[in-house]
């Protein structure tokens, strides 16, 4: 069972419109992770947080994607608008430490939101 | 690119059977993981082994890590049909950066 909590599980909307995702964390963790899965593929980073700051959003769309994590602790993925293309598997992840330390921590994921464009 | 790539893309086997996959990867790591993936659901945290570790065991899984040959081996063991899953692998570097592969799927017939 998932022990960092995504909702929706699921979401269906038309392309330009916005969508939003939300990921509440495992409590105590400092690092909060965005990726996107496209269906039988690797997932690709889209963002890091270390508790509210932006680490790594070096593949995030700027242009139609944002996320924050304004008190460290749940963060927010926003889509607009939305694109055929988006359509994917969008999971969060969170993991305990700072630093160097980090990787060697393991990540602990949600299940996800399955997005369909239409 | 520093991403971990996983082979066999796909491997079919029959429960009771043993199920290898290999992942292999171009930079320096600190450390490598393996993780499952149940289709539909998050990434499960499997196995960690560090740069200096050769070889790491979890119940039916075995790790293995050669870092001369810049590759790694998951061997699960009498393998079962809940074993069904993605495999992948994620290289970490030692500047804290993790890149996970594309993944390795496993269908273990009961």
């Known amino acids: 069972e998932a022990e960092v909590a995504q909702s929706p599980r699921y979401k269906i909307t038309e392309k330009s419109q916005a969508v939003a995702f939300w990921c509440d964390p495992i409590?105590?963790?400092?690092?909060l992770y965005w990726y996107r899965q496209i269906l039988g593929q690797g997932l690709e980073l889209l963002v890091q947080f270390q508790d509210e700051s932006v680490v790594d959003d070096s593949q995030l769309p700027k242009d139609r994607f944002s996320a924050e994590r304004l008190k460290g602790v749940d963060s927010t993925l926003k889509i607009q608008p939305a694109e055929l293309g988006d359509s994917a598997m969008y999971l969060c992840?969170?993991?305990?430490?700072?630093?160097?330390?980090?990787?060697?921590?393991?990540?602990?994921f949600g299940d996800g939101t399955r997005l369909s464009i239409l | 690119s520093q991403q971990g790539e996983e082979d066999p893309q796909a491997l079919s086997i029959q429960e009771g059977e043993n199920a290898t996959m290999n992942c292999s990867y171009k930079t320096s790591i600190n450390n490598l993981q393996w993780y499952r993936q149940n289709s539909g659901r998050g990434l499960v945290h499997l196995i960690l082994i560090r740069s200096n570790e050769r070889e790491k065991h979890s119940g039916r899984l075995r790790v293995t890590l050669d870092t001369s040959k810049k590759s790694s081996s998951l061997l699960i063991t009498a393998s079962r049909a809940a074993d069904t899953a993605s495999y992948f692998c994620v290289i970490n570097t030692n500047a804290g950066k993790s890149t996970f592969g594309d993944g390795t799927t496993l269908t273990v017939k009961p």
């Open positions: 409590s105590g963790h400092a690092t």
């Open positions: 992840a969170s993991s305990l430490g700072t630093g160097e330390t980090e990787s060697n921590q393991p990540q602990h």
